[in-house]
């Protein structure tokens, strides 16, 4: 099956992380249609998720407001039909705090065993034009889902706004393509992304891509 086209579903500066660039399954495990799945951090042009530090930032957790994606605009990345939509999952803290990051990964396993809407949160799945494939978006704000199952949505179009609920850390929006609407039961499928500026680590110049998957911590902006 071909890759399938995206658009950035963003406007503005974000990072990429667990990039399927680097490894495939890219978030290290192939469960839940993951297998080929994207994370983006919304950051300034020096690559900071917030900006602001304090004792919270190394102690303990910190309010999702303080982070630079958090209520920011979730847009459609394909024409498509809604097939899916969950709401009602909480946003959490963000954990920058290794001490606080501790915890959080030991109780892994009890969200896994909670099921997907654990792992996800909220999100919001559009089926994609010609058949077999679904483009899922995790992490959502709790309440700020705009559509519904059945809406047509262009691309571009406002979905939601970006959160931390699910299995997130800090405020992110987690992008995958897959064989079904339903996770539980989906294979990942690769994708590629149309028109976007890319500065990839260690570089001052940001390049012009016209398709493709961003590296691993670049710094991503979308081109009309």
Not at 3 to 25: C, D, H, I, Y
Not at 162 to 184: F, I, R, W
Request: charged content about 20%; overall charge neutral.
């Amino acid at each position: 099956m071909a890759e399938k086209l995206l658009a950035l579903p963003f406007t503005g500066t974000w990072m990429t992380q667990n990039s399927p660039a680097r490894r495939v399954p890219s978030h290290g495990v192939d469960l839940f249609g993951e297998r080929y799945a994207i994370d983006f951090v919304a950051v300034d042009l020096k690559g900071r998720s917030s900006d602001r530090r304090d004792w919270r930032t190394f102690l303990s957790t910190e309010p999702a407001e303080r982070f630079l994606g958090f209520g920011q605009p979730i847009l459609a990345p394909v024409d498509g039909v809604v097939a899916a939509v969950h709401d009602g999952e909480l946003d959490h803290d963000g954990r920058r705090s290794q001490l606080a990051l501790v915890p959080y990964a030991l109780g892994q396993a009890g969200r896994l065993r909670q099921g997907v809407n654990a792992i996800a949160g909220n999100t919001v799945t559009i089926a994609i034009p010609g058949g077999g494939a679904f483009v899922s978006l995790a992490h959502l704000r709790l309440g700020s889902i705009r559509v519904a199952v059945g809406d047509r949505v262009a691309s571009g179009q406002p979905i939601a706004e970006c959160g931390n609920s699910g299995n997130s850390t800090e405020p992110h929006v987690h992008l995958q393509v897959m064989n079904a609407a339903d996770p539980s039961i989906a294979e990942g499928l690769p994708m590629t992304f149309g028109r976007y500026r890319e500065r990839r680590p260690g570089s001052t110049q940001p390049l012009l891509v016209e398709a493709g998957i961003p590296g691993e911590r670049s710094i991503v902006e979308p081109v009309a």
